[in-house]
Nanobody, 121 residues
Framework: VQLQASGGGLVQAGGSLRLSCAAS????????MGWFRQAPGKEREFTAA????????YYADSVKGRFTISRDNAKNTVYLQMNSLKPEDTAVYYC???????????????WGQGTQVTVSS
């Protein structure tokens, strides 16, 4: 599975962005998908994840109620809708694919290249 993340950019605080992660390969629908982010000088952290069917999702407390993860298996794409963005959301966002929904980055097998999100105050 190869992953290509897109949709990042510069937005003012309170604004919205939608990230997309397009996957190649016919096994996309069998993988759980996750979004992680890494701010400058910080470790990569879990943001959101969704199971293979889209029926289960999980969010970091810091984004709960503001971010929504979803997937379209027909389009081999997972999305992260980000609303009410804050300056502390500034980071490089990575998508990842793995066998099961988890917050543990080490359990994801495939990673995209990352897309920069910058939120100005």
């Amino acid at each position: 599975v190869q992953l290509q993340a897109s949709g990042g950019g510069l937005v003012q605080a309170g604004g919205s962005l939608r990230l997309s992660c397009a996957a190649s390969g016919r096994t996309f629908s069998s993988h759980a998908m996750g979004w992680f982010r890494q701010a400058p000088g910080k470790e990569r952290e879990f943001t959101a994840a969704i199971n293979w069917s889209g029926g289960s999702t999980y969010y970091a407390d810091s984004v709960k109620g503001r971010f929504t993860i979803s997937r379209d298996n027909a389009k081999n794409t997972v999305y992260l809708q980000m609303n009410s963005l804050k300056p502390e959301d500034t980071a490089v966002y990575y998508c990842a694919a793995g066998p099961a929904l988890t917050v543990r980055s080490g359990l994801y097998d495939y990673w995209g290249q990352g897309t920069q999100v910058t939120v100005s105050s």
